[in-house]
């Protein structure tokens, strides 16, 4: 069965702190990536990885770093969290050269 | 990248009725399509997907119809079930897609709500 989780269901933080959220994938998918989800916006792509220390830029990177050290783990950063980065955060992965992606729960972020 | 849209967000049906959920979508180059499920306070789940070299495709209670002329997808489903309330989403991928994204161009979501 796909596996992916998410560190944590739900974060608060305060403004200015630096945010780690980390997503495990245990298909040994060579994709994963972070998305965000926000009502009336859909699934925007933040961060995507190709495969170990891999990571390209997707269509909303500002303000967000991601790190692949292992190949089931993609991190993703915020450097200084901002309130307007309070969202839903979902990670999803994938086999190289399929375009299924399997989606973690999703981490609720709330940046006070 | 391209958009894909949803023609209807919120959908209400009798249990024991069948659903039908559509999408439209503008990329004429997509070739592969996806249906999610997703409940309230979860991640998408997988229902099923489709090629664009297929029109149609069944699955348990699920079916997935694909018109390529004018750029439609849609999910049935069987039998709606109070199970099956959540919101679904259509994505599409083209080989062509390009840019930094390579992933899935996803939907808003249609709210489907199982009436007793």
């Known amino acids: 069965d796909v596996k992916v989780t998410q560190s944590s269901r739900y974060l608060v933080k305060r403004t200015g702190e630096k945010v780690f959220l980390e997503c495990v994938q245990d298909m040994d998918h060579e994709n994963m990536f972070w998305y965000r989800q926000d009502p009336g916006l859909g699934l925007r792509l933040i961060y995507f990885?190709?495969?170990?220390?891999?990571?390209e830029k997707g269509d909303i990177p500002e303000g967000y770093s991601v790190s692949r050290e292992k190949k089931e783990r993609f991190s993703l950063i915020l450097e200084s969290a901002s309130t307007n980065q309070t969202s839903m955060y979902l990670c999803?992965?994938?086999?190289?050269?399929?375009?299924?992606?399997?989606f973690g729960p999703g981490t609720r972020l709330l940046v006070l | 990248g391209e958009s894909v849209g949803l023609h209807l967000p919120t959908l209400s049906v009798q249990e024991g009725d069948n659903s039908i959920i559509n999408c439209a979508y503008s990329n004429s180059a997509s070739d592969y399509f996806i249906w999610y499920k997703q409940e309230s306070g979860k991640g998408p789940q997988f229902i099923i997907d489709?090629?664009?070299?297929?029109d149609k495709r069944q699955g348990q209670r699920v079916t997935v119809l694909l018109n390529k002329t004018v750029k439609h997808l849609s999910l049935q489903i069987a039998a709606t079930q109070p199970g099956d309330s959540a919101v679904y989403f259509c994505a599409e991928s083209s080989m062509y897609s390009g840019g930094g994204a390579d992933g899935l161009t996803f939907g808003k979501g249609t709210h489907l709500i199982i009436q007793p």
């Open positions: 489709i090629r664009s070299n297929m």
């Open positions: 990885s190709y495969d170990v220390k891999m990571k």
């Open positions: 999803a992965s994938r086999y190289r050269g399929r375009e299924t992606q399997y």
